[in-house]
């Protein structure tokens, strides 16, 4: 009967352990549901923080970004992607557009990659509306491995969360 009890005990324990991964909080700022610190990073059309040199679209157009862990796009980016569409629609011609979904560091391989993938389809969803053809958009997802920042800061994460869009062949 002991046996029995704390072989139970175990199963218990080891199922009530799973191997969860903590939320960032890489600076120790006070931080919101999702992990990122409070009243740190702001994301609009200009980009992260204001700063739009963090860019990593090309051609004209801006990166997208996201927030932590989320995959739709906030009323902030509205405007870039006004900005991108409009591009597009003067550039694309017969060439296609490469949208490569990023993440920043947190979470698995897989996640990252999946969420990445989401963020590329939101903002390809978000041009067609707009009105470009959805045939000649490519979605790429790079997840974690295509940082444009390697600090551990909020404001680096953020810039990570992006979704950049590039003209190809």
């Given at each position: 009967?002991?046996?029995?009890?704390?072989?139970?005990?175990?199963?218990?324990?080891?199922?009530?352990?799973?191997?969860?991964?903590?939320?960032?909080?890489?600076?120790?700022?006070?931080?919101?549901?999702?992990?990122?610190?409070?009243?740190?990073?702001?994301?609009?059309?200009?980009?992260?923080?204001?700063?739009?040199?963090?860019?990593?679209?090309?051609?004209?157009?801006?990166?997208?970004?996201?927030?932590?862990?989320?995959?739709?796009?906030?009323?902030?980016?509205?405007?870039?992607?006004?900005?991108?569409?409009?591009?597009?629609?003067?550039?694309?011609?017969?060439?296609?557009?490469?949208?490569?979904?990023?993440?920043?560091?947190f979470g698995t391989d897989e996640y990252n990659y999946a969420l990445?993938?989401?963020?590329?389809?939101?903002?390809?969803?978000?041009?067609?509306?707009?009105?470009?053809?959805?045939?000649?958009?490519?979605l790429v997802s790079f997840g974690e491995s295509n940082p444009q920042?390697?600090?551990?800061?909020?404001?680096?994460?953020?810039?990570?969360?992006?979704?950049?869009?590039?003209?190809?062949?």
């Amino acid at each position: 009967m002991k046996l029995k009890t704390i072989l139970l005990l175990a199963i218990i324990v080891l199922l009530t352990s799973g191997c969860s991964q903590k939320k960032p909080k890489p600076n120790g700022n006070a931080s919101d549901a999702n992990g990122i610190a409070a009243d740190t990073v702001s994301i609009d059309e200009s980009g992260v923080n204001g700063q739009s040199g963090y860019n990593g679209s090309s051609d004209g157009m801006k990166s997208v970004y996201f927030d932590f862990g989320k995959y739709n796009l906030s009323y902030d980016m509205q405007s870039t992607i006004a900005l991108n569409a409009s591009v597009l629609r003067q550039k694309l011609k017969g060439r296609k557009v490469k949208l490569e979904g990023n993440c920043d560091e947190f979470g698995t391989d897989e996640y990252n990659y999946a969420l990445g993938l989401k963020r590329a389809k939101a903002v390809k969803d978000s041009l067609q509306a707009q009105g470009i053809n959805a045939g000649q958009i490519v979605l790429v997802s790079f997840g974690e491995s295509n940082p444009q920042c390697y600090e551990a800061t909020d404001d680096c994460y953020a810039r990570n969360r992006r979704v950049d869009l590039h003209l190809t062949r």
